[in-house]
């Protein structure tokens, strides 16, 4: 089972005198990178949102959106009587200088800067707004890993197309091989007995077989073909895997390329090479989808 890098999942809760709402975006990273925005007062959770977004999330650049809105209850705010009494105070003092003998109204005075003070308890609103936050943590992470799940079999079914082209034109190099040599020994047995016909001499039959088997030894691919075809079928295992293996996925793509690239070096022939050419298009598509695999 593949998992795909890019996602997006979002939730949202109220509870406990609580709304929350979260948004995660996820885009490809060789590594695990996470940013956290949102309130700051509740900045001092980031430790314990890591730690649920790594049970769902192994690599890739993370961001998470956290708003955080508490109710407006009568608790969260208290008013400071010794301001309260020494605005009022100065307001009699005021008003006696300049003769006025009304008494201010005390909704008037409560809007004074410092009368009302909120609590601002920042542990206690942390440590009470976490089961929501973790709630709707878990919830949105949820989403996101549908939607990736989803990206993984697309990938997973586009990756399939290519290994089989791959593995249809190994096929065919495998097939065509032998006949590589066939073809060398009777060329080179064509032009000696020309040679030996136009000049009139001979030519030791143990030197022809020699460079026979020089040529055979440096165009041999057998050896690429076997292992070749063992990195595909260990990439189809992977493919199936519980577990999502980018990593893994991504070495066996060079190691794919590797054996390719070599087999058109050491094949010297024209439709080898075409088929060498087929083979590296598609292995070049793997491997930009391997990228964005977690």
């Known amino acids: 089972m593949l998992l795909s890098m890019t996602g997006y999942g979002d939730a949202h809760l109220h509870a406990e005198g609580v709304s929350v709402s979260v948004e995660v975006r996820s885009v490809n990273n060789r590594y695990f990178k996470l940013a956290v925005r949102g309130n700051e007062l509740f900045s001092g959770l980031e430790s314990q949102i890591e730690a649920v977004t790594r049970k769902s999330i192994n690599r890739g650049t993370i ?57 601002t308890d920042t542990d206690d609103q942390q440590f009470n707004a976490w089961p929501v936050i973790e709630k709707t943590l ?99 295992k992977f493919l199936t895997q519980k577990e999502s293996a980018g990593r893994k996925l991504d070495f066996l793509t060079q190691e794919i390329f590797r054996e390719t690239n070599t087999i058109g070096s050491k094949a010297n022939d024209a439709e080898i090479a075409r088929g060498v050419v087929e083979m590296k298009t598609a292995i070049e598509k793997i491997r930009e989808q391997v990228q964005n695999i977690e």
């Open 63 to 119: 961001t998470i959106n956290l708003r955080i809105k508490q109710d407006v209850t009568a608790d969260k705010y208290r008013i400071d009587m010794g301001v309260l009494e020494s605005y009022m105070q100065q307001i009699r003092q005021v008003g006696a200088k300049v003769g006025l003998s009304e008494t201010p109204h005390i909704d008037s005075v409560l809007q004074l800067p410092g009368v009302v003070q909120e609590n």
């Open 138 to 236: 878990i919830a949105a992470l949820e989403k996101f890993d549908t939607m990736r799940r989803a990206e993984g079999d697309n990938t997973t079914q586009d990756l399939r197309e290519n290994l089989a082209t791959i593995a249809d034109h190994l096929e065919t190099i495998e097939a065509k091989s032998p006949q590589v040599v066939d073809g060398y020994r009777d060329r080179m047995t064509e032009r000696v007995n020309k040679v030996l016909e136009e000049f009139d001499v001979t030519v030791d039959p143990a030197t022809l077989l020699r460079e026979v088997a020089i040529f055979t030894d440096r165009v041999n691919i057998s050896e690429e073909i076997v292992r070749l075809k063992s990195h595909l079928g260990q990439f189809e």
